[in-house]
């Protein structure tokens, strides 16, 4: 497998992953600090080496993480996330009902 690059986690895994996080947290809230440690706390072994690698334009960060904050834009967008600025990823609603049917599966 030398030369080989490993593929990077999906965003749907990611979000996935998100939500499972942040149903588990008081209010359906979290830091987002708190939500990216707890998801490499639960799903570290599931990550590929691809994913710990820094990208090539933000060399002092990782891909998971960036990607995840990536995914946390399209989760606002769709109406999942609440659009804070002040550092707290809130799922809304209809974030809380689809992490609910996503822990049923």
């Not at 209010?27 to 990216?36: G, T």
């Not at 904050?69 to 707290?88: A, Q």
């Amino acid at each position: 497998l030398r030369g080989r690059v490993m593929a990077l986690t999906h965003q749907s895994v990611l979000r996935v992953w998100m939500l499972d996080v942040l149903i588990d947290e008081p209010r359906a809230s979290a830091r987002r600090a708190r939500v990216l440690e707890e998801m490499e706390r639960r799903y570290r072994g599931r990550l590929t080496a691809t994913d710990w690698e820094a990208p090539a334009n933000e060399p002092k960060k990782i891909n998971w993480r960036v990607r995840a904050s990536f995914e946390r834009h399209k989760m606002i967008k769709e109406g999942l996330l609440k659009p804070r600025n002040d550092g707290i990823w809130e799922l809304t609603e209809i974030g809380v009902k689809t992490a609910q049917r996503s822990r049923r599966r």
